[in-house]
């Protein structure tokens, strides 16, 4: 028994001094919340399991969305010049050892065309191409898309009287990038548009289905979503069967749940590649508004309507989606920082339960902004790779990978950070799980099956990952 003591302390004594102690004194688990929410009866066809796979996801936000700026000498500089941080290999390993699975890369893309046939400049699409392999070699999945585009000289505007020149602006732009990435499998996937909207117009953020302008954008943004869909799978290669996102109007759950939008037509071979793509900070008083600007900080995770505040969308969103099997992405969501954590905490761990429960994928939007009275979406500090409200992404963690009352889950025995694979992400997250002795028993963990987890477990799965071992157990 002394043995067996003095070598569990050993291993432990080894891996405290290899584990980082990030935020240790600050951090607090109590302020993750126990949920238990109800799954709803959600499809189990492909295009359903492929965007569970997808888990949970983060943006790359103000990196090469950005569209302007100051001390700007190359186009590369685009990159940095509003978040003033090269995006590097080790951010997106930090992302994907909190548990997220998908990053969802916003790309800006007129800044770096030129001529009339909008060609993009190879340097821009190479420097895009490398943080997208960044993400595929970690065997994560990529959402690549154009995002601050629209523009009536430069863009795309959904209108009648630009939709000649935004046609040909959607079509030019798509086919490039998706001959750039022919060749990659269904890790990556295409969003078409980012809320697509009447930039300047009174109904620009919150669509009137009553007014001419919004009903005409909402037909227009119906044929651009085609012609990007026509468009990507002519190209050929595995574009022909990739996943493809489109928005409805401002991407809003209202654009998306109107009976005026209407999701494109695909070639006859694919069944069901289309996913629905939905923005939703709700409710913007609370996520989305600054204090400065007539915001609340307070959200009740008890109270009822605040709790429909968050409901209302995602039932609109499932009655007409994902209860019929086609698949949904929250491609932006969160809640900016009102020194509130306690609070957001609470709001963002039954946000994504809510959307799990409705077979809805969430993407976190981060814009690295932790100062000033804006839009403080900042998350992960990219210039020390740390998260600057750990509890939040955790809590966002659990109830992404957590099923909430599933009477037959699936459990992958050794994959510790739930991303579908066997590998040394998953041992250092077993190392970090024994160091903490709060944890609850996981089941997952428990690879050599004698109903603990402890280093024993830890032995077997390095013995897995050096191949003295072949086979894990499974359910």
Excluded at 3 to 30: E, H, V
Excluded at 243 to 263: E, H, I, R
Aim: overall charge negative.
């Amino acid at each position: 028994m002394k043995k067996t003591t003095a070598f569990l302390l050993c291993f432990l004594m080894i891996f405290t001094a290899l584990l980082p102690l990030q935020n240790a004194n600050a951090y607090d688990a109590s302020l993750i919340p126990n949920l238990q929410i109800q799954q709803k009866n959600v499809p189990g066809n492909d295009a359903m399991n492929f965007v569970k796979k997808l888990r949970l996801g983060w943006n790359l936000g103000n990196t090469f969305d950005a569209n302007n700026g100051t001390n700007i000498t190359n186009e590369l500089d685009y990159e940095t010049s509003w978040s003033g941080i090269k995006t590097t290999k080790q951010m997106i390993d930090t992302i994907k050892q909190k548990g997220f699975n998908t990053v969802r890369i916003p790309v800006s893309w007129f800044p770096h065309l030129s001529g009339s046939d909008y060609k993009i400049s190879d340097v821009w699409m190479n420097r895009v191409q490398e943080v997208v392999n960044y993400c595929i070699d970690n065997k994560m999945y990529v959402i690549l898309n154009t995002h601050h585009d629209i523009d009536k000289a430069k863009g795309y505007f959904p209108s009648s009287q630009y939709l000649t020149s935004s046609k040909k602006f959607i079509t030019s732009v798509w086919a490039q990038v998706a001959a750039k990435f022919a060749n990659y499998d269904e890790h990556l996937i295409f969003e078409g548009m980012n809320e697509p909207r009447l930039v300047g117009h009174a109904n620009e953020w919150w669509p009137d289905l009553k007014n001419s302008d919004v009903l005409d954008s909402i037909n227009c943004i119906n044929q651009l979503n085609q012609d990007f869909v026509n468009t990507v799978r002519a190209t050929g290669g595995k574009n022909a069967s990739r996943y493809l996102m489109c928005p409805g109007y401002v991407a809003s759950p209202d654009g998306a749940t109107n009976d005026y939008f209407k999701m494109p037509n695909d070639i006859s071979s694919n069944n069901n590649k289309l996913i629905v793509s939905v923005h939703a900070y709700c409710p913007w008083v609370f996520a989305g508004q600054s204090m400065s600007s007539g915001g609340v900080s307070t959200w009740n995770i008890n109270d009822s309507k605040d709790q429909s505040e968050v409901t209302w969308f995602m039932d609109n969103i499932y009655n007409k989606y994902t209860s019929r099997g086609i698949p949904v992405i929250i491609g932006e969501c969160g809640a900016v920082d009102k020194n509130n954590l306690k609070t957001r905490v609470e709001y963002m761990s039954y946000y994504v339960a809510q959307a799990k429960a409705r077979g809805i994928l969430c993407v976190l939007w981060d814009n690295n902004n932790f100062s000033g009275t804006g839009e403080l979406f900042g998350f992960l500090d990219r210039r020390n790779c740390q998260f600057k409200f750990p509890e939040i992404m955790d809590g966002m963690v659990k109830y992404a990978f957590e099923a909430q009352n599933d009477p037959d889950p699936v459990i992958v025995y050794g994959d510790i950070n739930n991303d579908g694979y066997v590998d040394s992400l998953d041992f250092a997250g077993l190392k970090k799980y024994l160091l903490n002795a709060d944890h609850a028993y996981v089941k997952n963990l428990d690879v050599n099956l004698d109903n603990e987890v402890n280093a024993f477990d830890l032995v077997v799965l390095k013995k897995y990952l050096l191949g003295m071992v072949t086979i894990l157990p499974s359910n």
